[in-house]
C-alpha cells in the first residue's frame, strides 16, 4: 500500500513547455493539496481541493492548472513552464487535520 | 504577510542537548497546531500536534508548550539525537471544517545536532 505517490520524481524542462505532475492517493482522503517548497519561503500553497470535482486556489496559484475528476488523483500542470516554476514540487492528503505528504518531484526549468 | 512567524531559521546542537524552536500566530481562530518533521529529500511528516486546551503535551522526547496568551507555540527536543537533524515546520489552522483543512506554514528551522 502505497500511500501517496508523486511522479515523475525528476523532471527537467525547458522555458514555454508544458509539464504535468502526477499525485495518486491510495487512500480515500477527500483533501488533497499541492505546495511548492523553495528554499527560504518554506512550503507554499499552489491549490487545493476539498474533493473530486472541487478545487480552490492556494498562495501562488499563477502559471498553474489543476483538475480532480476522480477522487485518487489530482495532476498539477505548468501551462508554459517558466524557470521561476523550478522547485521541489509536494503532492498531500489531508485526513481531518493531519496532512501526508508524497515523496516529491524535483523539476528545473532551463 | 506572514501569519505564523517561527524561529530561529537555523539552530545546532549537541549531541544530549536541548532543541527548542518557537512559532508565534497571529489568528486567534487558529485551534490546532502542529509539528511537522522533514528529513532531507523526503516529503514533511507530522511529528506532533496540540489543541489550545492544553499548555503542553509530550510525547517521547518531544514536547510542545503553548502559550494562548501569548499566542505563542513552541517544540523542545529533549537529548537531542544526530537523527534529529531535519528541519522542522511550525503550523497552525482554524480546524477541519470547510477549507480550514489549509495549514498556514512557518518558514522552517534547519536543525543539526552533532555527534
Known amino acids: 500500500d502505497a500511500g501517496i505517490t508523486q511522479s515523475p520524481r525528476y523532471k527537467i524542462t525547458e522555458t514555454g513547455r508544458q509539464v504535468t505532475l502526477m499525485c495518486h492517493q491510495t487512500w480515500s482522503h477527500s483533501y488533497m493539496f499541492w505546495y511548492r517548497q523553495d528554499l527560504g519561503h518554506g512550503l507554499r500553497l499552489i491549490y487545493y481541493s476539498a474533493a473530486a470535482d472541487i478545487t480552490d486556489k492556494g498562495e501562488v496559484p499563477d502559471g498553474y492548472v489543476v483538475s480532480r475528476s476522480k477522487t485518487e488523483n489530482f495532476p498539477l500542470t505548468l501551462e508554459s513552464a517558466t524557470r521561476s516554476q523550478t522547485s521541489v514540487y509536494f503532492c498531500?492528503?489531508?485526513?481531518?487535520?493531519?496532512?501526508?505528504f508524497g515523496p516529491g518531484t524535483r523539476l528545473t526549468v532551463l | 504577510q506572514q501569519q505564523v512567524k517561527q524561529s530561529p531559521q537555523s539552530l545546532i546542537v549537541q549531541k544530549g542537548g536541548i532543541s527548542i524552536i518557537n512559532c508565534a500566530y497571529e489568528n486567534t481562530a487558529f485551534d490546532y497546531f502542529p509539528w511537522y518533521q522533514q528529513f532531507p529529500g523526503k516529503g514533511p511528516a507530522l511529528l506532533i500536534a496540540?489543541?489550545?486546551d492544553v499548555s503542553e503535551k509530550k510525547e517521547g522526547r518531544f514536547t510542545i508548550s503553548f502559550n494562548k496568551s501569548a499566542k505563542q507555540f513552541s517544540l523542545h527536543i529533549m537529548d537531542s539525537q544526530p537523527g534529529d537533524s531535519a528541519t522542522y515546520f511550525c503550523a497552525a489552522s482554524r480546524g477541519s471544517a470547510g477549507n480550514n483543512r489549509k495549514l498556514i506554514w512557518g518558514l522552517g528551522t534547519s536543525l543539526a545536532v552533532n555527534p
Open positions: 498531500a492528503t489531508s485526513d481531518y487535520n493531519e496532512q501526508f
Open positions: 496540540i489543541r489550545p
